[in-house]
């Protein structure tokens, strides 16, 4: 089974609809992410969170929220989604240390119409 | 702002041939990491390296940390068709209570066999 799952795997809303991507880990990782890919953009953070009661913006942080419902699971939402938030999102985990490797999950395809 | 540049940002060879790619900032970061990704997938560590001027090596790839640990490198030899994805790399910086990263576009390689 894999470490980072993420649901849904594909989404398409309409403009102005509330969505929420799930991300859930068996890494026992204390610190998760959300980033989200644009092609020529690389991935950019959107939230990232050091532990459960930690909850940190990113540099893309304007329409999102997100929740840490605990150590394994990290929700990102779209309050009211738009089209320029069509992207792949990615939720990725790491653990303490300076040089920590990030593991990132399948990524959730959303497409805004 | 996009603190770390890669280029080429796509790359067709045919395989065999040698190619490098380049990652550059003008800011300063405690670790580099190379990530590669498949398409449908998430990204996936390849090497971090910390020290100013290191250089690590990974089968038929060489990555360098430059000196000032604002640029960095990684070079194929004798490219092959599976090593075609996406080849990210990410600064990473220390914060109070950990550390985050900072992604590049992404540089598209192709090996054509």
């Known amino acids: 089974d894999a470490d980072v799952t993420q649901t849904p795997r594909n989404r398409i809303t309409k403009t102005g609809k509330r969505i929420m991507l799930e991300c859930s880990q068996t890494?026992?990782?204390?610190?998760m992410y959300w980033y989200r890919q644009d092609p020529g953009l690389g991935l950019r953070l959107i939230y990232y969170?050091?532990?459960?009661?930690?909850?940190n913006k990113g540099e893309i942080s304007d329409g999102y929220s997100v929740s840490r419902q605990a150590q394994a699971k990290f929700s990102l939402s779209l309050e009211s989604a738009i089209p320029n938030q069509t992207a792949l999102y990615f939720c990725?985990?790491?653990?303490?240390?300076?040089?920590?490797?990030?593991?990132f999950g399948p990524g959730t395809r959303l497409l805004v119409l | 702002t996009q603190l770390l540049e890669q280029s080429p940002q796509f790359l067709s060879i045919q395989e065999g041939e040698n190619l490098t790619v380049y990652c550059n900032s003008s800011?300063?970061?405690?670790?580099l990491q190379w990530y590669r990704q498949e398409p449908g997938e998430g990204p996936v560590l390849l090497v971090t390296?910390?020290?100013?001027?290191e250089v690590k090596k990974l089968k038929r790839l060489t990555f360098q940390f430059g000196d000032a640990r604002k640029d960095s490198s990684l070079h194929i030899t004798a490219a092959q068709p599976g090593d075609t994805g996406l080849y990210l790399c990410a600064g990473g910086r220390e914060e109070t209570s950990g550390s985050r990263l900072t992604f590049g576009e992404g540089t598209q390689l192709t090996v054509n066999p």
């Open positions: 990725a985990t790491s653990a303490l240390g300076h040089k920590e490797t990030q593991y």
């Open positions: 890494k026992g990782h204390d610190r």
């Open positions: 800011s300063v970061f405690s670790s």
């Open positions: 390296v910390v020290t100013g001027g």
């Open positions: 969170s050091f532990d459960v009661k930690d909850i």
